[in-house]
């Protein structure tokens, strides 16, 4: 497959590794000079039969590729759209942003625009690291057993979604089918609040040295993604503030009522039930994996899989059934 | 020095191991027959000049000692005071009790109504991991470089304080000075907090299966410390009920402004400077060691040590002065 990666950060640049490594033809661009020249060199010294290019413009990465994948930060999708219609780019096109409804309500409106219809856009999300970034920290097996969103919606064309489907199960990630909408609130509950509490507790510490020198594993933990960039938080939570704030306010409200328990008359056992749901819904985590079955690949039995938490492994090569695995239940 | 350990999970246990094997002469009782038979068994195996002695009642630990260390849980704390009482114990005591004020309390109250007055109490509370529990998860070790605070009140005699100073830093552990007081609040901060946070993180996945898919790095360290009984949360957060109390307003203020801030005209710009100062306490701590420095052995030169979050890691022989560490100013 002729492909294009726009953006060559840790997301991109693992993509422009992993797939030369599988074996297709693969085309990247970074808006950054300096970036692009690390990529040319990487490229020089990769094995011979997984190498890529680098291109100087996005229309010439674009040109020959059947697929472009967006790597770039929410902020810079629109000029990147912009000039993907500049380059009458007509292919199949997803990204890899970190919230859906956006980038699907940006490609909405600058295609319009467009005199030539794209093939299709299928929104996605690698669930991968995030320790290091930038080019230097790329790696083809980034997404190994990674969840991977590949966003479902009633007008996506369901053959656009199993090629790409097909794509990344290629690449050992699993294909976590369902929505824009659905995908935002959930990442609002298991990543961005996370990063809100995270840096609420870090600033707890501040002019408490004597609680800075006693703080030990909970506290490390609990602030560890505390340490990104507050630009990458910002535009994280930002992004996907209409999903984030009602999950905000609903732990709010727990975290509230926990206060009216701590004045209660023996809160060492008025908490115990306070606890336990969450204390429950941590110690089941992760769910472990079901059998793996064959289901048809049709949209409504793939939305079904999605909202149950399950996901795909893989794509029959004639597009009728696709190998899935649901969580196990709990006994 | 003849050292009885009450108490012997993970803490007791480990405290037991380590003083046999730095050449004191031990004393073990457990309430649970289990663990004391468990506790001797492992003893006929220990190496033979590192040997432990297991008792049946407290009375008998406690009987040859002129050390005593409650290593039970904060409900537990009350009985064997009474015991101690009931043996004409007039030794030396310490605790390692997560919060230090309620047992301040307890033990004023309950030894006013013993004959013999006590040698002196001081309150003590290892920062020292807890992933796992019970004597089985014993390690001699568990000690070295853990920050070990010991409170210095008005009224504690400095001479008990220091005895115990010097025998924990010949463990290898960083002796904190600071009151039961400041010791609550402090970590109200970095360890009660954190539980009630990641708790709440966690149940935010319940009934949302997708979640708990996509839930990577983020999730699970937020909310690592959930999965501690819900017994022992309770415990240790119910039992520091009035220091957590406030704190837990301070972050539920910070998080609704931030809640604000979601519904700003430009959140991924607005909430940046919300983010700043939390990430930027994350991004310093721990602080770096400075040079180790020696000091007078006072009690009002220690308070103030403790309160800039410094440490000691040693106690002259002559009990003049010593050794302390403050963290190292950031340039």
């Not at 204390?279 to 049709?298: C, E, F, M, Y």
């Not at 597009?319 to 899935?324: C, S």
Request: glycine share 10%.
């Amino acid at each position: 497959m002729d492909i294009a990666v726009i953006g060559l950060g840790l997301i991109g640049g693992s993509m422009l590794r992993a797939l030369a490594s599988a074996g297709h033809s693969v085309l990247g661009y970074d808006a950054d000079p300096a970036t692009r020249a690390t990529a040319r060199t990487a490229a020089a010294q990769s094995a011979r039969d997984s190498r890529w290019q680098i291109t100087s413009t996005v229309r010439d990465a674009a040109n020959a590729a059947s697929l472009v994948i967006m790597a770039v930060p929410l902020p810079a999708v629109p000029g990147v759209l912009d000039e993907l219609v500049d380059a009458g780019y007509t292919g199949l096109l997803t990204d890899v942003t970190s919230v859906k409804g956006p980038v699907r309500d940006l490609v909405r409106t600058h295609l319009s625009r467009s005199a030539n219809p794209l093939a299709g856009y299928v929104g996605g999300h690698p669930m991968a690291g995030r320790e290091r970034s930038g080019f230097a920290a790329a790696d083809p097996h980034l997404f190994t057993q990674c969840a991977w969103v590949l966003c479902l919606e009633e007008t996506t064309n369901l053959s656009d979604w199993l090629e790409l489907a097909s794509l990344i199960t290629s690449l050992g990630a699993r294909v976590v089918p369902t929505t824009a909408d659905e995908h935002d609130r959930a990442v609002a509950r298991i990543s961005h609040l996370p990063h809100l509490l995270a840096v609420a507790l870090a600033a707890t510490v501040i002019d408490n040295p004597l609680a800075g020198t006693l703080a030990a594993g909970s506290f490390r933990d609990g602030t560890r993604v505390a340490g990104s960039r507050p630009e990458l938080i910002a535009a994280m939570c930002g992004g996907n503030a209409a999903a984030l704030r009602p999950v905000l306010d609903e732990v709010l409200d727990a975290l509230d009522a926990a206060g009216s328990l701590l004045e209660s008359k023996d809160p060492m056992k008025s908490l115990v039930p306070w606890l336990r749901p969450g204390h429950d819904a941590r110690s089941s985590w992760p769910t472990p994996a079901g059998d793996s079955i064959d289901l048809p690949a049709k949209a409504d039995v793939l939305g079904r899989l999605g909202r149950v938490g399950g996901w795909i492994i893989g794509v029959a090569d004639d597009r009728r059934t696709v190998t899935a695995v649901r969580p196990a239940r709990p006994d």
